[in-house]
C-alpha cells in the first residue's frame, strides 16, 4: 500500500479514570486489523470501498444529511470513513481521531492513499473521546463507525460529543451493533464466528444514553449490513446481523425574553 499526505499531530494525554483504555487491548485491536489488511489487501480494500460510500450515501440521500465544514470522527481506526467524507466539496476539514496510533501511523495513511482521499483535508489525532481535546462549539458534524459500544461511558463520549458540535450541529453514528436473537450469546456479523462473548445495547438503552446527555435523536432504526442479500439473511436467521444507526442533533441556541414595561423583548441566548 502507498502513504497518503494527511497531516499528523502526536500527542499525549491522562485519560479521565473511566477512559483509560487497556493499552494491550487497543494494541490486540490494531494488531488484528492490520494482520487482516496485509492477509487479503485487495479484499480488504474491497470491503472499504463498497461500506463507506453507501453509509454516506444513505446518511445524505436517506436522512438529508448534508456534511459540510468541520467534521469530527472518533475511533478512526483505518479512517476509511473520513477519507469518503473529505471527497465532499463542502467538507473544509476532518478531524480523525482514534486512540491507538499504531492505527492512526500504519494503517489509515494507506487506507487514505487508496480510497482516494482529499489527504489535505485530513488530520489524524490520537485521542481518548472520553476526553476529547477540543473547545467547545468546534465541529459542525462528529461521526463514527461501529466505536460507540467499544467507549467504556457511552454517556460521558457522548457528554463530550455534545461539548464539542456547534449548536445545532449533528452526530451521525452508523453500524452500532445490536444483540441477536441467538440466546445466550452477543453476536455481530463476523465477530459471531469467534465465539466471543461482548456487552452490546439495545435500542432502548442507546435511546437512554442520547436522553441523558441532552442529544436530541432524529433517527433511530435497524440497518441491514451488505444490502438486500444480507436482509434476506436477516429475516431467515432472526435478524442477527443487522446494527444500529442514529442521528442526533445538538439543540440549537433559543432565545429568552425578558419583559421590559410589561413587553417581552428577545434576551441574551444560552447554549443549547
Not at 485491536?29 to 487482516?36: C, K, M, N, P
Not at 442521528?247 to 423583548?265: E, F
Request: hydrophobic share 40%; charged share 25%; aromatic share 8%.
Amino acid at each position: 500500500m502507498r502513504s497518503g499526505g494527511s497531516k499528523y499531530v502526536d500527542r499525549t494525554w491522562a485519560t479521565s479514570p473511566t477512559g483509560q483504555l487497556r493499552e494491550q487491548v487497543l494494541e490486540a485491536r490494531a494488531a488484528r486489523l492490520l494482520a487482516e489488511a496485509t492477509a487479503n489487501e485487495a479484499a480488504w480494500l474491497g470491503r472499504l470501498r463498497e461500506d463507506f460510500p453507501r453509509i454516506l450515501a444513505h446518511l445524505r440521500e436517506y436522512w438529508g444529511l448534508e456534511f459540510r465544514g468541520r467534521i469530527l470522527e472518533i475511533g478512526a481506526g483505518a479512517c476509511a470513513f473520513s477519507a469518503e467524507l473529505s471527497k465532499l466539496p463542502q467538507v473544509v476539514e476532518v478531524v480523525a481521531t482514534d486512540a491507538s496510533r499504531r492505527l492512526l501511523q500504519e494503517l489509515a495513511p494507506r487506507v487514505l492513499a487508496h480510497l482516494g482521499a482529499r489527504s489535505e483535508k485530513i488530520v489524524r489525532m490520537p485521542a481518548d473521546f472520553h476526553r476529547l481535546p477540543f473547545p467547545q462549539g468546534h465541529f459542525d458534524f462528529v461521526v463514527c463507525s461501529a466505536a460507540l459500544h467499544e467507549t467504556v461511558d457511552v454517556v460521558g463520549v457522548l457528554q463530550e460529543v455534545r461539548r464539542v458540535l456547534k449548536p445545532g450541529g449533528r452526530l451521525a453514528v452508523v453500524r452500532e451493533p445490536r444483540p441477536s436473537r441467538v440466546a445466550g450469546r452477543w453476536r455481530w456479523g463476523r465477530e459471531a464466528d469467534t465465539g466471543k462473548a461482548q456487552r452490546l445495547y439495545s435500542l432502548a438503552e442507546y435511546e437512554a444514553f442520547f436522553a441523558a446527555t441532552g442529544l436530541k435523536l432524529e433517527a433511530r432504526r435497524l440497518w441491514p449490513e451488505g444490502g438486500l442479500r444480507a436482509y434476506v439473511s436477516e429475516v431467515w436467521e432472526g435478524v442477527g446481523r443487522s446494527s444500529h444507526v442514529f442521528v442526533a442533533v445538538r439543540p440549537p441556541v433559543r432565545a429568552r425574553k425578558i419583559a421590559s414595561s410589561g413587553v417581552g423583548k428577545p434576551g441574551p441566548s444560552t447554549a443549547g
